[in-house]
Structure formats: C-alpha cells, structure tokens
C-alpha cells in the first residue's frame, strides 16, 4: 500500500527540483517564492479552508511571475517558472485532502506529467542546460520517473474510489514495467527527432515576450560590482547600470533572445561600454582589413512573418573537431580560397552559455573540441562569463565583388527568398522599385542603383518620431525616410527578396575603435549594428550595408589616439581562462568528466550509429508484448445505464458466470455494482436458494480478496454443483 504523505514527497521533490534549474540559469527569485509559498500553504490550507484557494492562486501566480522576464528573469525560464506553478497547486491539492491518497484530485497529475516532459524535451535538446548528454538523460530520467510515480498514484486513487483496487500480480507487475519502459524510450525517441514542435513554438514565445525586458547581462549586477572590485584598472567597460535607456536597441551584445521587430517611434541612446575586443594574430590579414568596415556577427535572422523576423527554427547539433577527419583542435565548417581567409580572435565580456559565437562573417573554423550548430548559422558553445576564443572566417563584403562581371542569386533555403505580404509590400514594388530600376537591368546594376538611393533619399537617424502612428516599415520607406541601422537593414532584406535575390538580416557589431599600441579592436554599445545579407551563386553570403557610408557604424574603425583608454583587458580574460583551466583539471577526477568520457565512447559505438530504429523497435516490442498480456487477459469496460464504468480486470470465472446466468435466466438479474454476498442474500430473501452455495462464496472472497490460490478441480467441482441444481429444481442454465 502506498504510503499516505507518497504523493506530497513527490510532488515537493519535482518541484524544487525544477527551482534548482531556474537556479541555474541564474534566477533565485523563483525557488525563494516557492519556498515562501511552500510555508504560507502549509499554514493555511488544511482540511477545507477557503483561505486555500487564495494560496494556491497567489502562490502559483507569484511563482511563475518570479521566473518570466517582468522579474528579470532570463527568457526562456519562463517555461520552467509554468510547471513550477503546476506542482505549487498539485502541492497545494495534497495539503487540503484527508487522508491524502484516498480523494486526492488526480487531473492536476496528468498536467503535471506533461509539464514533466516539457522539462525532459529542454534537458536532452540542450535548448538551456549545456549538460554533458549523459548527465541530461539522468536528470531528465529522474524527472520522468518521479511523474509516474505520481501518475501511478493518482490512478490507484481513482481506483480505490471505485472499489476496483486489487492487489497487482506478477504478470499484472511485468505488464506495467512494459508500458514504462515503453514510454520512456519513445519519450527519449521523440527528443532526437525535431518532432516536438510545440516546445519550439514555446520558446519562440518566451524570446517575444522579453522585448519589454531588458538584455539578460543587465540582471547580473551582483557580479559585475564584484569584478568591477577585483579590476584594478579603475574602469569597468561592461558597467550597465543604466541598461533601460537601450532597452529597445536590436543587436546590442548577445542578441539571440531578441525579435528582429520594429518601434513605431524611438529615441536610442547608445553608451561607449566596451562589449568585446577583436584580434587579429597574423599580421598580413590585418593589413588586408585595416581601413575597411569589420562586421562582427552574432546571429542571423531569415524569416518573415507577423511584422518581425525569426531565426529559423532547425534541428541543431554539436560538431566535433573529429568530424573532418583531422583530429587538430580545430571545429571546421567550410573552405575559401587563402586570400579571403582572416583568422582572429576575440574577447567577449559576460557571455552567456549557449549564446551566439560572435565572429567576422562567414565562419569556417572554431578553435576548440565542438560547437554547436543551428539554423541560419546561428553558432554556440558551453563556456559562459569572460571568454576567449579563436575562428577563422571569409568575410565577403558587396564593396569586394561589385566590380565583377556578372552576379546572380544563389540557389538558397526557400524561407529565404519568401517575399512578405501587404500594402507596404505592394509599395515596395510599386513605388519604390519602380521608379528606381528598370526591366533590362543586370542585377549588379539593380544593386547599384538600390545603393544609389538610400545614399540619396534616406537619412541615418536614433530619432523617429512617426506623427502619425504608421507601420514602422512604411513610415521610413515612404514618409519619414529616417531611421537607424535595422531600419536599412530590414528595409534592405525586403527589396532583395523584391528582385529575386535571398536575403537576411545579420545582428552584431560595426567599425569599433582602434588601439595601434595593443593591435586590439574594441567594439562598444555604440557599435552595435545591424545589416542586409544576400546570398550570391559563387560567394554566398555577402555583407550588403544600406546605410550610407561614414553613418552609424557603417564606417572603418576610429583609431584611437590614446591607447590606455580602455586598459589592460587582456589580463583580465588570460586570468578567467586560468581560472576555467584550473577548474576544468579539477573537474577530470569527478564523476561528470567520467560521464563526459562514457558519452564519447558511447557515441564511437557501432549501435549508436542506428540507435533511432533500435529504439523504435524496442518501443514497439514493449508496446507489443503489453498488448498480448491485455488480450490474454480480455479486461473489458462495460457502461451501464446510469452512465458508471466497472473495470473486470480479467474475465470472470466460470462457476461465477454460471451462478449469475442460473438465476439471471429467472428473472434475478445481479444488479451494477452488487458484490456476489448481496447477491446471495437477495436470492436467499427471494426463496430462491437457502445454504446450498456458502462453500462457494468462502472460496470466491477467498481467492479475490484474501489472499487464496485458485483450484481448478474446486471450480469445476461448483459448475456441476450449479447443474445439478438447475436440473433439480426444474431450471436450465442459459
């Protein structure tokens, strides 16, 4: 029998379970509502107060308010903030009931269970937690189970309500652990296969709702006056106590949480805070770049829709240094010719795990054992806070190649080249391009002539005031013809996809400062820049900046006539890779390295390489195997009239059917829900029998309820018993 407080320990586990990795995204706020509300309800929810349902509403409100971006949460916590909620008032339901497994409400576990699975599906895509994949099947496993057990629990109170609680055989046991294992494998086959849409669906609604937020780097102040101490240099160039000002600016730092969406009006002020710094070793590579514009990318966005442009939402996966087939400490994606190739290196403040890989475009080549990738070259990796790290890229601007003799669209992913619909659009057409391009143009002139006229008929500007509340895009195409970088930016993806030609719009950084006597290019706030990329047969993707030069950051780097403006920050992210080296040795006597190991000897295996269609074979033998167990045992649910359900967990035995036929063929039908002791009274009341059957209801309650093993040479002994009174008092058994 399950114990009485079973349910409330499990819940309670799940749910600070699921605090500890809000906990780890950074937010305590959620787990320390929790924990108040925790108290509050074990305080006033007993019995049937009506103080409970206040609890159990403010208390899940407040938790799942404490994990979203309106409490400077990061965006996607939002997701584990829901379940949270979800066990709070399963919490809750357990407090009020008396004893709990007997009216426990059981529809709150069924949720509970698929929130459960939301967890898991996060765990094992990597999506917030750059776990070790091993140590994601194990907390994801854990999570699963103890939403079984809690599932288990709330079907044997159903159960036990009704009256149907028998105590399980071994057969009934192994038929259970089918169905589990079963469910666990194809839970683990649908995480590997991009099926689960709806987690994906919800994430992109997470990273909408943190527009009103600020960046996810602002919220951390703790940290950052704690390094502004130890920083001997007098200056913090990451200080951004006064984020709110650009809380509205796309592609400031780390953009990925963002929407590439525009205001109807705006006002930036943009702060000279250092974000990162950009080197370039070899030294004929920064000849070749020095007095052009550099263009540091974070991520790319390529599709249209609803008024803003997403990222692709494609199944990513980790890339290995192995997969080229040269073990050199180098992750490779792509070749160019030598003289494109710029190696670099960068120096990113406060990066977030599993943020974008800033880099110059075109990225070939990570320095480092794997890094993960996704739609729209969107890159990442596990390290997180101060970070140094080292690429290579072929940045390729439109300034390069406009001189060649022939360009043509490139044959890219359809979503690129998907023109957008309405009026503003029909515009563009109509108005705009109509009157700037002609029918015979090649496509190097309609490209020189869209250049032409947004150097003419458009102005750079952080102001947009749009008197007259019109659609952001229209407003700066046809009225106001002001706006800054992303409004050429997205103005300029449109016009592409406009004459045939994919496009995209490319978030980071621009032009930067300088410093001769460090080699170091600094990217600050300021900096932050956003841009048009087409896609071009023969050279891919191509920088194509609309804004007119020497505007914003559409401009070369500043030289800087004072080198000690910005310090020493090098020393400050050789000390935090000392620090992470130092830690990472620590970590190779742990059992976490040991997992990390085991996963790369597991995925050398042979049956790694089909594990998708051993698992779908194992969950259909599982699944097989439970089914001929239920038809071996012929269970069936009959409805009857009053609308009830009775479950025969196997069908009935022999003598019971010829008893109840024996009497039901006279007129004495047993009645829905009468046990067979009533039903002999009622026949003893009716002078229908006297003490004839006693032995056989012993042996009944005997065997159902107490305990007793069945004998065939008994039951075949009460079946002629049941003839031979039929025979004598003149009936025949139906």
């Given at each position: 029998?399950?114990?009485?407080?079973?349910?409330?320990?499990?819940?309670?586990?799940?749910?600070?379970?699921?605090?500890?990795?809000?906990?780890?995204?950074?937010?305590?706020?959620?787990?320390?509502?929790?924990?108040?509300?925790?108290?509050?309800?074990?305080?006033?929810?007993?019995?049937?107060?009506?103080?409970?349902?206040?609890?159990?509403?403010?208390?899940?409100?407040?938790?799942?308010?404490?994990?979203?971006?309106?409490?400077?949460?990061?965006?996607?916590?939002?997701?584990?903030?829901?379940?949270?909620?979800?066990?709070?008032?399963?919490?809750?339901?357990?407090?009020?009931?008396?004893?709990?497994?007997?009216?426990?409400?059981?529809?709150?576990?069924?949720?509970?269970?698929?929130?459960?699975?939301?967890?898991?599906?996060?765990?094992?895509q990597?999506?917030?937690?750059?776990?070790?994949?091993?140590?994601?099947?194990?907390?994801?496993?854990?999570?699963?189970?103890?939403?079984?057990?809690?599932?288990?629990?709330?079907?044997?109170?159903?159960?036990?309500?009704?009256?149907?609680?028998?105590?399980?055989?071994?057969?009934?046991w192994?038929?259970?652990?089918?169905?589990?294992?079963?469910?666990?494998?194809?839970?683990?086959?649908?995480?590997?296969?991009?099926?689960?849409?709806?987690?994906?669906?919800?994430?992109?609604?997470?990273?909408?709702?943190?527009?009103?937020a600020?960046?996810?780097?602002?919220h951390?102040?703790?940290?950052?006056n704690?390094?502004?101490?130890?920083?001997?240099?007098?200056?913090?160039?990451?200080?951004?106590?006064?984020?709110?000002?650009?809380?509205n600016?796309?592609?400031?730092?780390?953009?990925?949480?963002?929407?590439?969406?525009?205001?109807?009006?705006?006002?930036?002020?943009?702060?000279?805070?250092?974000?990162?710094?950009?080197?370039?070793?070899?030294?004929?590579?920064?000849?070749?770049?020095?007095?052009?514009?550099?263009?540091?990318r974070?991520?790319?966005?390529?599709?249209?829709?609803?008024?803003?442009?997403?990222?692709?939402?494609?199944?990513?996966?980790?890339?290995?240094?192995e997969?080229?087939?040269?073990?050199?400490?180098?992750?490779?994606?792509?070749?160019?010719?030598?003289?494109?190739?710029?190696?670099?290196?960068?120096?990113?403040?406060?990066?977030?795990?599993?943020?974008?890989?800033?880099?110059?475009?075109?990225?070939?080549?990570f320095?480092?054992?794997?890094?993960?990738?996704?739609?729209?070259?969107?890159?990442?990796?596990?390290q997180?806070?101060?970070?140094?790290?080292?690429?290579?890229?072929?940045?390729?601007?439109?300034e390069?190649?406009?001189?060649?003799?022939?360009?043509?669209?490139?044959?890219?992913?359809?979503?690129?080249?998907?023109?957008?619909?309405?009026?503003?659009?029909?515009?563009?057409?109509?108005?705009?391009?109509?009157?700037?391009?002609?029918?015979?143009?090649?496509?190097?002139?309609?490209?020189?002539?869209?250049?032409?006229?947004?150097?003419?008929?458009?102005?750079?500007?952080?102001r947009?005031?749009?008197?007259?509340?019109?659609?952001?895009?229209?407003?700066?195409?046809?009225?106001?013809?002001?706006?800054?970088?992303?409004?050429?930016?997205?103005?300029?993806?449109?016009?592409?996809?406009?004459?045939?030609?994919?496009?995209?719009?490319?978030?980071?950084?621009?032009?930067g400062?300088?410093?001769?006597?460090?080699?170091?290019?600094?990217?600050?706030?300021?900096?932050?820049?956003s841009?048009?990329?087409?896609?071009?047969?023969?050279?891919?993707?191509?920088?194509?900046?609309?804004?007119?030069?020497?505007?914003?950051?559409?401009?070369?780097?500043?030289?800087?006539?004072?080198?000690?403006?910005?310090?020493?920050?090098?020393?400050?992210?050789?000390?935090?890779?000392?620090?992470?080296?130092?830690?990472?040795?620590?970590s190779?006597?742990?059992?976490?390295?040991?997992?990390?190991?085991?996963?790369?000897?597991f995925?050398?295996?042979?049956?790694?390489?089909?594990?998708?269609?051993?698992?779908?074979?194992?969950?259909?033998?599982l699944?097989?195997?439970?089914?001929?167990?239920?038809?071996?045992?012929?269970?069936?649910?009959?409805?009857?009239?009053?609308?009830?359900?009775?479950?025969?967990?196997?069908?009935p035995p022999?003598?019971?059917?010829?008893?109840?036929?024996?009497?039901?063929?006279?007129?004495?039908?047993?009645?829905?829900?009468?046990?067979?002791?009533?039903?002999?009274?009622?026949?003893?009341?009716?002078?229908?029998?006297?003490?004839?059957?006693?032995?056989?209801?012993?042996?009944?309650?005997?065997?159902?309820?107490?305990?007793?093993?069945?004998?065939?040479?008994?039951?075949?002994?009460?079946?002629?018993?049941?003839?031979?009174?039929?025979?004598?008092?003149?009936?025949?058994?139906?």
């Amino acid at each position: 029998m399950i114990g009485s407080r079973t349910p409330l320990v499990l819940v309670t586990l799940l749910l600070f379970g699921s605090g500890a990795l809000l906990l780890l995204l950074g937010n305590a706020l959620a787990i320390l509502v929790a924990f108040v509300a925790v108290l509050a309800s074990s305080l006033f929810c007993g019995g049937t107060s009506s103080r409970s349902a206040w609890v159990c509403s403010l208390g899940a409100i407040g938790i799942f308010l404490a994990g979203t971006p309106l409490a400077g949460a990061a965006p996607e916590g939002i997701l584990i903030s829901a379940v949270m909620a979800l066990y709070f008032v399963c919490f809750v339901q357990q407090l009020k009931v008396t004893p709990p497994d007997a009216t426990s409400p059981t529809g709150p576990y069924t949720l509970t269970f698929y929130g459960t699975l939301l967890l898991a599906y996060l765990l094992l895509q990597n999506r917030l937690f750059h776990f070790p994949f091993v140590l994601a099947i194990f907390l994801a496993s854990i999570f699963i189970l103890l939403s079984l057990a809690l599932w288990e629990v709330g079907r044997r109170s159903r159960l036990a309500q009704a009256g149907q609680l028998e105590n399980p055989t071994l057969p009934d046991w192994l038929s259970r652990a089918c169905v589990l294992a079963a469910l666990l494998l194809a839970t683990f086959l649908l995480f590997r296969l991009p099926l689960p849409w709806m987690a994906n669906n919800t994430l992109n609604m997470a990273r909408e709702l943190n527009l009103t937020a600020s960046p996810p780097s602002s919220h951390d102040k703790s940290r950052r006056n704690k390094e502004r101490t130890e920083w001997n240099s007098g200056s913090d160039p990451l200080d951004t106590s006064n984020d709110a000002s650009n809380e509205n600016q796309e592609g400031a730092g780390d953009t990925s949480w963002s929407r590439g969406s525009l205001p109807k009006t705006a006002n930036l002020e943009l702060r000279d805070l250092a974000r990162l710094h950009l080197e370039l070793p070899d030294q004929e590579h920064a000849n070749h770049v020095f007095g052009t514009t550099l263009y540091v990318r974070a991520h790319t966005l390529g599709i249209y829709g609803k008024g803003g442009w997403e990222r692709a939402e494609q199944q990513g996966r980790w890339i290995s240094d192995e997969e080229d087939g040269i073990q050199d400490g180098w992750v490779t994606f792509g070749q160019a010719p030598p003289d494109q190739v710029i190696h670099q290196r960068l120096y990113l403040y406060h990066h977030l795990t599993g943020g974008g890989l800033l880099s110059l475009t075109n990225t070939l080549a990570f320095k480092g054992p794997q890094v993960f990738r996704q739609g729209d070259d969107f890159l990442s990796f596990r390290q997180g806070g101060d970070v140094t790290y080292d690429l290579v890229s072929a940045p390729i601007h439109y300034e390069d190649i406009v001189k060649e003799n022939v360009l043509e669209p490139g044959d890219a992913p359809n979503h690129f080249s998907q023109k957008a619909q309405g009026v503003t659009f029909r515009d563009i057409d109509n108005l705009l391009l109509g009157r700037a391009l002609k029918g015979d143009m090649t496509l190097k002139q309609m490209l020189r002539s869209i250049r032409q006229l947004f150097e003419s008929e458009f102005t750079y500007s952080l102001r947009i005031d749009n008197p007259d509340n019109r659609d952001p895009l229209a407003n700066f195409l046809f009225h106001e013809k002001a706006g800054y970088c992303d409004f050429f930016a997205q103005a300029g993806a449109h016009i592409l996809r406009a004459v045939g030609v994919p496009s995209r719009v490319a978030y980071g950084y621009a032009g930067g400062v300088y410093d001769p006597t460090q080699d170091l290019y600094t990217f600050r706030e300021s900096d932050a820049h956003s841009w048009t990329e087409m896609f071009l047969k023969e050279y891919g993707w191509v920088i194509f900046d609309l804004v007119p030069v020497g505007e914003g950051s559409h401009r070369a780097a500043e030289i800087s006539q004072n080198g000690q403006e910005i310090g020493d920050p090098i020393r400050r992210f050789k000390e935090a890779e000392e620090a992470r080296k130092r830690r990472a040795g620590e970590s190779n006597q742990t059992s976490l390295s040991l997992m990390t190991d085991w996963e790369g000897w597991f995925e050398g295996l042979w049956v790694a390489r089909y594990l998708d269609t051993l698992l779908g074979i194992a969950v259909l033998g599982l699944l097989l195997a439970y089914a001929v167990r239920r038809w071996r045992l012929r269970g069936t649910i009959e409805q009857e009239g009053d609308g009830s359900s009775i479950a025969l967990r196997s069908e009935p035995p022999g003598y019971l059917k010829d008893f109840c036929a024996l009497f039901g063929n006279r007129g004495y039908r047993r009645a829905p829900g009468q046990t067979l002791r009533e039903y002999m009274t009622h026949l003893k009341e009716s002078a229908q029998i006297r003490d004839e059957f006693e032995h056989l209801l012993e042996y009944h309650y005997s065997t159902n309820y107490e305990g007793g093993s069945r004998s065939k040479s008994r039951e075949s002994g009460f079946r002629r018993e049941i003839r031979d009174f039929a025979a004598s008092s003149g009936l025949q058994r139906g």
